[in-house]
């Protein structure tokens, strides 16, 4: 008779790939959730520092991203409540800007910058509950059973949301363009 081998899991990932692999994510989300720029640098260390004591505790078998962004709301959050006195402004994000094609003109980048810009203000109005689950589903493309775990929320609190933060982000697009002019 043959023993049944154990299923072996994968190894915990090692810090410095999960730090190099992930960092410019964290800092995007980090900004998405509204930390402004002069203080993006600690949030996204504090991230890292969780991410260093916890990751011994990180499940291999799940993708990293929602985790990453999980602990990245919870920072933010706690960014949130010491800086209520700061005034928030939400900032360009490079990445974005440099996805305009660089032989298209700079006609293309001020366009990306703007519609980049949009959604920003139209992110800020959201508040922060729903914007991480949008942020997550909607620009992270994390599924909603990878939300709930990331953020210890129940599968239909994430889609309830989910669906609120899609229906106020439309109309706050819609708004704005119709101040705008866009």
Same mark, same amino acid.
């Given at each position: 008779?043959?023993?049944?081998?154990?299923?072996?899991?994968?190894?915990?990932?090692?810090?410095?790939?999960?730090?190099?692999?992930?960092?410019?994510?964290?800092?995007?989300?980090?900004?998405? /959730?509204? $930390? %402004?720029? !002069?203080? #993006?640098? &600690?949030?996204?260390?504090?991230? /890292?520092? $969780? %991410?260093? !004591?916890? #990751?011994? &505790?990180?499940?291999?078998?799940?993708?990293?991203?929602?985790?990453?962004?999980?602990?990245?709301?919870?920072?933010?959050?706690?960014?949130?409540?010491?800086?209520?006195?700061?005034?928030?402004?939400?900032?360009?994000?490079?990445?974005?800007?440099?996805?305009?094609?660089?032989?298209?003109?700079?006609?293309?980048?001020?366009?990306?910058?703007?519609?980049?810009?949009?959604?920003?203000r139209a992110l800020?109005?959201?508040?922060?509950?729903?914007?991480?689950?949008?942020?997550?589903?909607?620009?992270?493309?994390?599924?909603?059973?990878?939300?709930?775990?990331?953020?210890g929320l129940p599968?239909?609190?994430?889609?309830?949301?989910?669906?609120?933060?899609?229906?106020?982000?439309?109309?706050?697009?819609?708004?704005?363009?119709?101040?705008?002019?866009?």
């Amino acid at each position: 008779m043959v023993a049944a081998a154990r299923p072996v899991s994968p190894p915990s990932p090692d810090f410095r790939a999960v730090y190099d692999a992930h960092l410019a994510h964290v800092w995007r989300t980090l900004r998405r /959730f509204g $930390v %402004v720029e !002069r203080d #993006l640098e &600690d949030a996204a260390h504090e991230v /890292f520092v $969780v %991410v260093h !004591r916890r #990751l011994a &505790d990180f499940d291999p078998q799940r993708p990293v991203r929602p985790w990453l962004t999980g602990i990245a709301w919870r920072v933010a959050s706690d960014e949130r409540r010491r800086a209520r006195h700061h005034r928030e402004q939400l900032t360009g994000d490079e990445a974005l800007g440099r996805q305009a094609d660089p032989a298209s003109g700079p006609e293309a980048h001020v366009a990306a910058a703007q519609a980049h810009a949009l959604v920003q203000r139209a992110l800020a109005t959201l508040d922060l509950d729903r914007r991480v689950v949008f942020v997550m589903a909607d620009l992270d493309q994390s599924t909603g059973p990878e939300i709930a775990e990331a953020l210890g929320l129940p599968l239909n609190t994430v889609y309830s949301r989910l669906r609120i933060a899609r229906q106020r982000f439309a109309v706050a697009i819609r708004r704005l363009r119709l101040v705008e002019g866009t």
